[in-house]
């Protein structure tokens, strides 16, 4: 159920720079409408961190009941806020943001929506080998979710070494019981993750594929694609990824970066409105977000 805009409508939005393509606006008033809650979530352009301080009491003052923040903001948005949640903290970035009795209090939902992707595609990390690709801000999330998924070996490959390092050591300090290995995409990994003698699921979060580059591939040898039984793309332009084709030639099951884009978001909404999103609302609504965007 619908429900037209009038004086109760409660005021939901996105805190980013730039927004305009995003697709939450969609998404979030998709779950409002499946859940017949009158609420609306707009995004908002903001143009840099003194106006994201203005955003975020402006919307308090006007009754906000949440926010989601993204890029460029997801640190900075952390000096505003009253209470920050212990995965948030870990990950050192938030991107949702709930009024309470008390102030701002600041989520991290990336990790929690790529646990879920992954349960819903009945993918168990659980005592799994798993391999995150790239080291910048999104594979912080994807690093935390392997870490509390519980994998028995993780290894980062990336272009820089050093960066991949810092990325361990920083988690290495809440979970020092779970290995990091890190490899650089020019040295021998290959060697390394046979000798593991499992198959492993990669994380690729590195922008390496997306739209207009839709051949770019962020790993190179035919060799490494033979080894994994799952591949999760943080990009979703293209939907089929070159990265999501080789997956799949060498006989791996592979899935675009829609689904923990879906989930993150989900779990944004379940922590404003204090409710539980089931798979099949979950799946209509990616449904409708996979047609979206073949428009
Ligand atoms: P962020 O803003 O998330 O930190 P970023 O700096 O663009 O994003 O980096 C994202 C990831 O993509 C990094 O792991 C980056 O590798 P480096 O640490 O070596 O820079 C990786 N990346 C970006 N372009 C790449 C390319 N052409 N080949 C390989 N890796 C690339």
């Given at each position: 159920m619908s429900f037209e805009i009038n004086a109760r409508t409660e005021l939901l939005g996105l805190l980013g720079h730039p927004v305009a393509h995003s697709v939450s606006p969609a998404l979030q008033n998709s779950l409002a409408e499946a859940c017949g809650l009158n609420q609306r979530y707009l995004a908002f352009d903001i143009a840099d961190e003194e106006a994201l301080e203005d955003a975020v009491w402006g919307?308090?003052?006007?009754?906000?009941?949440?926010?989601n923040v993204t890029v460029p903001y997801k640190k900075a948005v952390m000096e505003y806020l009253e209470e920050i949640d212990p995965i948030a903290k870990?990950?050192?970035?938030?991107?949702?943001?709930?009024?309470?009795?008390?102030?701002?209090?600041?989520?991290?939902?990336?990790?929690?929506?790529?646990?879920?992707?992954?349960?819903?595609?009945?993918?168990?990390?659980?005592?799994?080998?798993?391999?995150?690709?790239?080291?910048?801000?999104?594979?912080?999330?994807?690093?935390c979710a392997a870490l509390e998924g519980g994998?028995?070996?993780?290894?980062i490959l990336n272009r820089t070494v050093s960066r991949a390092e810092e990325l361990?050591?920083?988690?290495?300090?809440?979970?020092?019981?779970?290995?990091?290995?890190?490899?650089?995409?020019?040295?021998?990994?290959?060697?390394?993750?046979?000798?593991?003698?499992?198959?492993?699921?990669?994380?690729?979060t590195t922008s390496v594929g997306m739209h207009p580059d839709v051949n770019g591939l962020p790993v190179a040898g035919e060799a490494f694609y033979g080894l994994l039984s799952v591949g999760y793309d943080i990009i979703f332009n293209p939907e089929e990824t070159a990265f999501?084709?080789?997956?799949?030639?060498?006989?791996?099951?592979?899935?675009?970066?829609?689904?923990?884009?879906?989930?993150?978001?989900?779990?944004?909404?379940?922590?404003?409105?204090?409710?539980?999103?089931?798979?099949?609302?979950?799946?209509?609504?990616?449904?409708?977000?996979?047609?979206?965007?073949?428009r």
């Open positions: 919307g308090h003052a006007m009754g906000v009941r949440g926010f870990k990950i050192g970035a938030v991107n949702t943001l709930k009024w309470e009795e008390n102030g701002w209090h600041g989520y991290n939902t990336d990790m929690p929506g790529l646990l879920r992707a992954l349960a819903y595609d009945g993918v168990e990390i659980q005592g799994k080998n798993v391999v995150l690709i790239g080291a910048g801000g999104a594979a912080n999330a994807a690093l994998a028995s070996k993780i290894l361990a050591e920083h988690f290495n300090k809440e979970y020092p019981f779970i290995p990091i290995r890190c490899i650089g995409l020019s040295e021998d990994y290959v060697s390394y993750m046979k000798e593991s003698g499992k198959e492993w699921i990669a994380l690729q999501m084709k080789q997956v799949k030639s060498h006989g791996g099951r592979a899935f675009n970066g829609l689904r923990m884009l879906l989930f993150q978001g989900i779990r944004s909404y379940e922590i404003w409105n204090e409710v539980s999103i089931t798979d099949t609302v979950a799946r209509d609504i990616l449904v409708k977000m996979e047609a979206a965007l073949r």
